[in-house]
């Protein structure tokens, strides 16, 4: 069995982009950038923070992983989210009268 290198945080990390619970919709920043569509434009919550090479990507570079409600969960770079602010965040399944 190979010995995976990889450190995924699912706790806050000082110096990451992002904090754990974080409020953050999908973007593309980049023309070429490949995102699933199913995600591009929604809200989601980080979840975790996935360092495949520790050494050079620990703590200012991880890859994201943000849950969207009804959607999954993929993985992202930093460039391709951004953070909603709170008060614009509505949890997926609630109702509010307009």
């Given at each position: 069995?190979?010995?995976?290198p990889s450190l995924i945080s699912?706790?806050?990390?000082d110096g990451a982009p992002v904090?754990?619970?974080?409020?953050?919709?999908?973007?593309?920043?980049?023309?070429?950038?490949?995102?699933?569509?199913?995600?591009?434009?929604?809200?989601?919550?980080?979840?975790?923070?996935?360092?495949?090479?520790?050494?050079?990507?620990?703590?200012?570079?991880?890859?994201?992983?943000?849950?969207?409600?009804?959607?999954?969960?993929?993985?992202?770079?930093?460039?391709?989210?951004?953070?909603?602010?709170?008060?614009?965040?509505?949890?997926?399944?609630?109702?509010?009268?307009?």
């Amino acid at each position: 069995m190979k010995h995976d290198p990889s450190l995924i945080s699912t706790e806050d990390v000082d110096g990451a982009p992002v904090r754990i619970g974080a409020a953050v919709m999908v973007v593309r920043t980049e023309p070429d950038d490949v995102l699933s569509e199913r995600f591009l434009g929604r809200v989601g919550v980080v979840v975790a923070l996935v360092f495949d090479d520790p050494p050079s990507q620990y703590p200012a570079d991880p890859l994201i992983q943000v849950r969207v409600a009804g959607v999954g969960e993929d993985l992202f770079f930093a460039r391709e989210i951004v953070e909603v602010p709170q008060g614009h965040f509505v949890a997926f399944g609630s109702s509010s009268s307009g």
